[in-house]
């Protein structure tokens, strides 16, 4: 392992806290001692060939999975939580597959998002912001979800997450399966967001470049560890991402 | 005018089968599971209400109690038995619904008995006389009380925060969790609705009916079709649908001489699988499109 920067380049306190967590499903253990930070405000993209475990480290943070370790969100041990518990806290997960409540329409999907909170006119202003940002779930808004496309269905469920105010917003490979022409936009949208509402973001992705494009801190998984982590811009130019990428 | 009566008595009848039907579709629309054991849960909260009345409770009363205890019986059946399926197949969570009919059966018979029981009527025993046709009281209660039953379910599950929690919840459990939604509690508190409104049911057919363990075994198959019938997302749909039942198996059995008595069960159970054959999704079902 290789640490390639001793000090974080990001220089707000890590809103998230993972240390030498193990996690799995059942009886195999995928995660053998991982350990990231998420600055607050800041994007951290989570890299690594496929199996390598991006999405059990997104589960574990949010409970999905069984985790032994260190998590810590905002200072407190999160580790024992359910997921219901964790997303109360503040910690949006946009799981792959998007998790699309298929027989409700468009506006209720984004509505459950906002289910846990009381000021309606907070809750009335911020769906009119999604449908700002995914022109196209404006137009669907009374469709059931289910019958939109992959792209609009990848929004709603960016939507329904941002319905929730997170504080850390975890993203899991929000760019499969979609056309490039879709993804840029949506990547776009996730850059404003950063950008305005300095919203901070896990972010797992397949297309290195467009994460390392807009995180400022990327970590490398392989086999359930960190290999390599340091700033976005510096990993971009090295040959082990890559390798560390495909897994050779 | 015997066309009317017999329009009217298989409204009657078709508003037994749609008070079952829409505790179905409650349940389903609040948990996601087809309950087999709906009927039999209802049941068992008619004998509860028998036995308070029985004790010297008036009948409005015993059934008020009784529907709250049964959102406790419901809530409790899902934390004990249901919670261990969930996670499972929906073939796994049917097979556990048959086997809690049999155990809510067999508990029904061990603490009251096989034997008929008289259930004092809901409302009062007069009838009704209009132009030659006769409706009863009870029958126009039953009728009344599911109308309202429909209403109070369409505003629950479309217009409240509760409704789309239960959803939600329905759709998607994992999903849901992860927008904050307490799954296990939501998952009770539906089959606490369900099982209130099953024991609204059982009150109001058992006058009728007389109570036993059996009791609603038969109106079990008819409320299953309405049910589908209906879509089975929507409340409105299994009602509806539970009247076209009652009153089609009236009329066929009157002027369909070849059907009579003997056949007339056959009737809208032939009429169902014509219906989903042309609309799968049922009369008033949203069809589901999933794209990925």
């Known amino acids: 392992m290789s640490e390639l920067v001793n000090e974080r380049s990001a220089t707000a306190a890590p809103i998230l806290e993972v240390a030498g967590v193990v996690a799995g499903y059942q009886r195999s253990q995928v995660l053998h001692g991982v350990d990231l930070d998420v600055a607050g405000g800041g994007v951290t993209a989570l890299l690594g060939a496929n199996g390598a475990g991006k999405t059990t480290t997104l589960r574990a943070i949010s409970g999905m999975v069984w985790r032994r370790g260190t998590i810590r969100f905002d200072g407190r041990d999160i580790s024992r939580l359910r997921p219901d ?73 960016i939507g329904r997450a941002l319905m929730s105010r997170p504080r850390l917003l975890l993203l899991d490979e929000p760019s499969l399966g979609l056309a490039p022409r879709v993804s840029l936009e949506m990547f776009r949208v996730l850059r404003d967001l950063r950008a305005e509402r300095g919203l901070t973001m896990l972010l797992v992705e397949q297309s290195v470049g467009v994460a390392l494009d807009i995180a400022d801190n990327a970590v490398v998984l392989e086999t359930g560890r960190v290999t390599l982590r340091g700033p976005a811009a510096e990993l971009a130019g090295m040959d082990e991402v890559r390798r560390a990428y495909l897994g050779s | 005018m015997r066309a009317v009566q017999q329009v009217i008595d298989g409204l009657a009848t ?25 009927g039999q849960m209802a049941v068992f909260s008619t004998f509860f209400a028998w036995s308070l ?91 009344l009380v599911l109308v309202a039953a429909v209403l109070v379910l369409y505003a629950l599950m479309m217009r409240s925060r509760l409704g789309l929690a239960l959803r939600a919840v329905a759709d998607n459990p994992d999903s849901s969790a992860l927008s904050g939604l307490p799954v296990g509690y939501l998952l009770m508190v539906g089959w606490g609705l369900a099982a209130g409104l099953g024991a609204i049911a059982g009150c109001l057919v058992a006058p009728k009916l007389y109570l036993d363990p059996n009791m609603l075994a038969g109106v079990l198959v008819y409320a299953l079709a309405a049910a589908v019938l209906g879509g089975f997302d929507s409340p409105l749909g299994a009602v509806v649908a539970a009247w076209i039942i009652g009153v089609s198996e009236n009329l066929a059995a009157t002027y369909i001489d070849l059907i009579g008595n ?9 009429l169902t699988v014509l219906v989903l054959l042309l609309r799968p999704q049922g009369l008033f079902g949203r069809r589901e499109v999933v794209r990925v």
């Not at chain 1, 109360?88 to 792959?96: D, F, N, S, T």
């Not at chain 2, 089968?17 to 054991?37: E, I, S």
């Not at chain 2, 029981?117 to 025993?125: I, L, Q, T």
Request: proline share 4%; charged share 15%; hydrophobic share 50%.
């Open chain 2, 53 to 143: 009345v029985k004790a010297g409770l008036g009948v409005i009363p015993a059934v008020a109690v009784t529907v709250a205890a049964s959102l406790i019986l419901g809530a409790t059946v899902e934390r004990v038995v249901m919670r261990r399926f969930e996670r499972e197949s929906p073939m796994i969570t049917i097979v556990a619904t048959v086997g809690l009919l049999l155990l809510l059966n067999g508990m029904s018979s061990l603490i009251w008995g096989y034997d008929l029981k008289a259930f004092p009527p809901v409302f009062s025993g007069g009838t009704l006389r209009a132009g030659g046709a006769a409706v009863s009281i009870t029958a126009l209660g039953t009728f």
């Open chain 1, 85 to 157: 518990q964790v997303a109360r806290l503040g910690i949006a997960h946009v799981p792959q597959g998007r998790g699309t409540l298929a027989r409700l329409s468009t506006a209720e999907n984004l509505m459950v998002g906002a289910l846990r909170r009381r000021d309606h006119p907070g809750v009335r202003a911020d769906l009119q912001s999604c449908y700002d940002l995914f022109p196209a779930l404006a137009y669907r808004r009374d469709a059931v979800a289910g019958s939109l496309s992959g792209g609009e269905q990848q929004m709603l469920a």
């Open chain 2, 14 to 38: 078709g508003s037994i089968y749609g008070a079952l039907a829409l505790a179905l579709v409650l349940a389903h629309r609040a948990t996601g599971v087809v309950n087999f054991a709906q």
């Open chain 2, 262 to 270: 003997d056949l007339r069960i056959s009737v809208p159970l032939l």
